[in-house]
């Protein structure tokens, strides 16, 4: 009991404080790339949707109040046909995604139809700052390596005690300790950038393109950067049942690039193999390290001291509990790591049935 408890406690440990204070510590040591570049770049930024014309429209006028200085063009990538909907969209090109639709069909279907010489990734519920298209291209031509650069993606629409808030604020924090030192495990959706040349076609079905498409260009010799600077807004509010199903297929998407695309458990052909599994798959762990942490405490508390003392321990756990679900905002956020462990176990029991449909959910 007590081995039990001191492993799960070390996996908890290292996973969520010691990788990432590690992951800090080395990034100090690099120095960010500075190669020449040129603001004049043809761009394409693809945005698929299948959100409605107005919200559609309404992105689309964000993104033509940029500053980027070189040609521009949009591609609406929609997953279904639209009939002529939006024909009232000057100079926008407006395409159906490939069967049988969803994200990855419409992504394939808008960078075929793209020209420009770098891609901008976008979705229908943020927006973007004037100069976010223009640093997003700049970083990613500043490195050679670099096969994609992701900008930041700012949530101003949830409480900052919202635990979804957290977690966001330290992954994207984490991210950029990782791009920094060699490169982040994924990208954000829905704001990053990649030379079009490199782009290659996602399959079917396919729920993470921002985990599949850098981790297949790390695994081809490329680095993932991350400009801070280039932000996506979004000032929507979702509830914590909308967050839990969001959970529950991200971590779903990760188990299936494990089996689709299982190179990235190649310590030899990835060479961020242990931020992968350190950032990613130690993370799916969680759940079940603090159950063998809680256990092995309990079992190692009543085998080793009189029933009394092992008794009063688990008690007062139990009352510290109940007192701490009691406070409002203190019940929120254990009620969210709850939801969020919830969404683990379950990924992982779609995973195991090979059941990759998570949108029907």
Not at 18 to 28: D, E, G, I, N
Not at 77 to 99: H, I, K
Not at 126 to 155: C, H, K, N, W, Y
Not at 267 to 290: A, C, D, E, G, M
Request: net charge positive; glycine share 8%.
């Amino acid at each position: 009991m007590v081995v039990l408890a001191v492993v799960s406690v070390g996996v908890l440990l290292y996973t969520w404080v010691f990788y990432p204070l590690a992951t800090w510590a080395l990034a100090r040591t690099r120095v960010a790339p500075a190669g020449a570049t040129n603001p004049q770049a043809s761009v394409s930024v693809i945005l698929a949707t299948r959100e409605s014309d107005e919200a559609i429209a309404r992105r689309v006028t964000n993104l033509r109040d940029t500053a980027h200085a070189g040609p521009l063009e949009i591609v609406v990538a929609c997953d279904a046909s639209r009939e002529g909907a939006l024909a009232q969209l000057n100079g926008v090109r407006v395409v159906m995604g490939e069967p049988p639709r969803g994200k990855a069909g419409a992504l394939n279907a808008g960078v075929a139809a793209a020209t420009g010489e770098c891609i901008v990734m976008a979705d229908t519920g943020q927006s973007f700052d004037r100069d976010t298209i223009p640093r997003l291209v700049q970083a990613l031509q500043a490195d050679p390596r670099r096969g994609a650069v992701s900008g930041a993606l700012s949530i101003e629409g949830a409480s900052r005690w919202n635990v979804a808030s957290i977690y966001w604020r330290y992954e994207r924090w984490l991210r950029a300790q990782e791009a920094r030192w060699h490169s982040a495990v994924g990208v954000t959706g829905a704001v990053y950038a990649m030379p079009r040349a490199l782009w290659t076609p996602l399959p079917a079905g396919l729920i993470l393109d921002d985990l599949f498409t850098p981790m297949q260009l790390v695994t081809r010799g490329y680095r993932i950067g991350l400009e801070t600077r280039a932000v996506a807004r979004d000032d929507r509010a979702f509830g914590q049942a909308t967050e839990y199903r969001r959970k529950t297929r991200t971590l779903t998407g990760v188990l299936q690039l494990c089996a689709w695309l299982p190179a990235v458990l190649s310590p030899r052909r990835n060479p961020i193999w242990l931020q992968f599994v350190s950032h990613k798959l130690l993370r799916l762990l969680t759940p079940y390290v603090l159950l063998g942490a809680v256990v092995g405490a309990i079992g190692s508390a009543h085998a080793r001291w009189p029933d009394d003392t092992s008794r009063l321990v688990t008690a007062t756990a139990i009352y510290t509990c109940i007192a701490m679900l009691l406070s409002g905002r203190v019940r929120g956020i254990v009620w969210g790591l709850v939801l969020m462990q919830v969404a683990i176990v379950r990924a992982t029991w779609n995973a195991l049935r090979g059941d990759w449909d998570v949108w029907r959910h």
